[in-house]
DNA sequence: TAAATAATACGGCAATTGCCCTATTTTATA
DNA sequence: TATAAAATAGGGCAATTGCCGTATTATTTA
């Protein structure tokens, strides 16, 4: 029997993730939390427990601060984020912290599961999009060392693919010849970007969407 | 349709591949290779693709080699790398080299399906015992340091001043500005350093200025 | 000191870029 | 199912860029 503890400020959620674990049999949720110190005091009293179900923003004691504690005092129990956002900073403090895992809430059942039992078994739970702000977070270190929030900036998928091809420092019709596009859609892509950056040529769109880990 | 190439130098591993995707219809095999310089060939000729299952170790041009130099001249097709072994350095050289996913052979077809498939979404494929490897990297930043290759290109203090406006992506009449220049001066040197870093444009110069720690 | 290198500066020209406009089709979302 | 957002595509124009000349004046250095 896996015995799961859930902690998140909104009971609804709470309910809401409950249910989708209630689909397995060999899943128990021991108890739930509202907020960190409430968890704390909970693990106070037992701490038999293989695995947190975390949200990060919280009220009283945050996600990655009870992360934190839990990990330094009881280092046997798994701890998987479940949070709404993916935003860079979230994700890399919660790495830092020690979790375990990081899904999103809008996760099906079966997926949810499956995590908690990878995690289990010493894997680490993630979504695929979080797995690849990780590798990103990888690929430059210098984003964990001051990693910068990015405001509202929201491109589409295809501006942040002419985004990676001006990124190498392509010219528009080569970049039209490798997104199979025409070279005034890419043009049209890039004035959007363009605008959405509030830049004015290739080499402050790169620098700015580096900075913002957008690429 | 997704177009899908393997690379693998066991023939036998890329049959047994082709039959895992064989399930889904919307999966298409282009072409496969035994090795990095034969799909470097025929990319050459045709890189109408979505995504590449790569092997890591293979003869003539390993799946590291072959990620970073399809990553380079054709950004847009995904990359996972497809491989019997999951050790700390195939993985960290991967994700540098700019894979994408990294998924061990031993997978389901199923899982293989939705690796590609996020993958294709922008997200990253990873195995959760990879995962957990990621993580860990990201937790010790000790290993993470790019030692970089510095090759005998020699730019004059004035030339390396240019470049460093250049970085900022400022034009060549803002660039004389700040350094008191006259702009067909700026020019000539900007022509100068383009013929000794032998590039074509702002952004490549400081990409590979950056490369070679001059800036 | 002579020769080489660096720094300065200009003119011309083709290609690329940045920015304005419109417009259709596809996809997502409320 | 409307409506909005994203993706696609094209025309036009001024500014910038990349590349080719040439040429004078420091500054090194052999």
Redesign the interface.
């Known amino acids: 029997m896996l015995k799961i503890a859930i902690v998140d400020d909104n009971s609804f959620l709470i309910h809401a993730v409950k249910e989708k674990l209630s689909f397995f049999d060999d899943v128990e949720v021991k108890h739930t939390s509202l907020n960190g110190s409430e968890l704390l005091t909970k693990l106070q009293e037992s701490h038999k427990l293989d695995l947190i179900l975390m949200d990060i923003e919280m009220p009283v004691l945050n996600g990655i601060e009870t992360t934190q504690i839990v990990k330094q005092k009881y280092p046997h129990i798994k701890i998987i984020m479940l949070t709404a956002f993916d935003n860079d900073e979230h994700i ?1 403090n919660a ?2 912290a ?4 990081y899904l999103l809430k809008e996760i099906n059942p079966k997926d949810l599961y499956d ?1 908690i039992c ?2 289990l ?9 979080i ?2 702000k ?2 990103k ?3 430059n ?1 210098i984003d ?1 060392q001051n990693p910068r929030d990015q405001e509202e900036i929201s491109l589409s ?1 295809r501006e ?2 002419v985004l ?6 392509l ?1 528009y019709t080569v970049i039209a010849d ?3 596009l025409s070279p005034s859609t890419v043009r049209k892509h890039i004035e959007n970007i363009y605008k959405k950056l509030q ?1 004015h ?4 769109a ?2 700015k969407a580096k900075n913002h880990n957008i690429i």
């Open positions: 890399f790495i830092k020690g979790a375990d895992g995590g990878e995690t078994n010493g894997g680490a739970a993630m979504n695929p999009s797995a690849m990780t590798l977070l990888l690929r270190p964990i998928t942040v693919e990676e091809q001006l990124s190498k420092g010219s490798h997104l199979f830049v040529s290739k080499m402050e790169v620098q």
